[in-house]
């Protein structure tokens, strides 16, 4: 479906607002998509509540819950826990349709000047919702991100594999932004409202994390990070919660996340996708070909002892009967490497007709949605 934004209070100066600040308090809204989180659902919610109502001298809050189409308890327990908080709401879908679904949905309910996105896990605690408000305020940026990978920033009790597994994602993605961020995938983060307004979502699973980064970008909208600590287990002292259990324990799951990664660094950056082949492709050209030219020099030395002047045809002949491989690693590397540049190029100007094209897009879809 097509996202379409409830109105937003403009309370707070941005790159984005329009009306200037006043007396009223910026609304903050916490988004929190729920997938078969009956067992945490009510402790944790309550655990955010408890936070928000110690910034309630700073900011008005609500939250909106999403249950993906939970296969438990989740909604109903979510729902109860809705009926006692005013300023809690829930939305559902009737069968789960992914991470990316769960927060346009979150987004198109919210009704904030600030959107914060936080995990039901509380793998980040709820502090990390004050520093995050506190730095998309100082800095006026459209999004702030919880960070553990940058310095200051900590990882607890992950497994080794899905913690390298995503150090090297983000360390990718950030290569091909060509930017300093050191965390493109993570969903703890902040927004500003009138700049998750400006945009059409695509994504319906993982890869909107990328997505929303990627866009920021093309739009030059200012994207900060701050150091966050991410603990799998920050929940120790709840013995009826299970251990968290990664997301990518299956080999299903694995394969298709990485795939979503390469498919995000190849938006962020197409040409280093044929750039780089092509030139290792003409590195080990020029290694095979230097062969093939020794081979040549030889064979017309030899034929040389025997005439005064020999015939470079036949010495090239004697030279591919003699080391045939030479010739065609030589050849066709160095076609791949001239096709895949010529790919590279052709990918850069694509590149800069889609970013006219989303420039324009994104002010008509942001004009038709104002109306």
Not at 221 to 232: D, G, Q, R, S
Request: glycine letters at 6%.
């Amino acid at each position: 479906m097509q996202e379409q934004f409830s109105p937003v209070r403009s309370t707070r100066h941005s790159p984005y607002s329009i009306v200037p600040s006043s007396d009223q308090k910026p609304l903050v809204s916490l988004i929190a998509p729920a997938f078969n989180e009956a067992l945490i659902l009510q402790d944790n919610l309550s655990f955010l509540c408890d936070y928000m109502r110690s910034l309630e001298s700073e900011y008005d809050w609500e939250i909106v819950i999403v249950n993906d189409g939970s296969r438990d308890e989740t909604g109903r327990l979510a729902q109860e826990f809705a009926r006692t908080h005013s300023n809690i709401r829930v939305l559902h879908h009737r069968v789960n349709r992914g991470l990316g679904q769960a927060l346009k949905t979150g987004f198109s309910g919210a009704k904030g000047d600030y959107v914060v996105v936080v995990d039901l896990d509380l793998s980040y605690c709820p502090e990390h919702i004050g520093l995050l408000l506190k730095k998309i305020q100082d800095t006026q940026a459209g999004v702030v991100v919880a960070s553990p990978y940058m310095s200051g920033g900590r990882v607890s009790n992950v497994p080794w594999l899905r913690r390298e597994l995503s150090v090297w994602a983000n360390r990718f993605l950030s290569i091909a932004a060509k930017r300093s961020l050191s965390t493109l995938t993570g969903m703890v983060r902040v927004y500003d409202a009138e700049f998750l307004r400006s945009l059409n979502l695509r994504s319906n699973g993982m890869e909107i994390n990328p997505e929303l980064i990627h866009k920021a970008f093309l739009l030059g909208t200012k994207v900060e990070e701050i150091p966050a600590h991410l603990n799998w287990r920050m929940q120790k002292s709840q013995p009826q919660q299970p251990q968290r259990k990664s997301s990518l324990s299956s080999s299903a799951k694995l394969l298709r996340h990485t795939w979503e990664i390469f498919f995000s660094g190849f938006l962020l950056r197409p040409v280093i996708f044929f750039i780089v082949p092509s030139v290792l492709f003409f590195l080990m050209s020029l290694y095979a070909n230097a062969w093939v030219l020794v081979h040549c020099f030889t064979q017309y030395q030899r034929l040389a002892q025997d005439t005064q002047f020999p015939d470079a045809t036949e010495a090239v002949a004697l030279a591919f009967a003699q080391a045939p491989h030479t010739f065609f690693i030589g050849g066709t590397t160095l076609m791949l490497a001239i096709q895949l540049f010529s790919l590279g190029i052709v990918s850069v100007q694509n590149k800069s007709y889609f970013e006219e094209l989303f420039y324009l897009g994104t002010a008509i879809y942001k004009r038709n949605s104002e109306k």
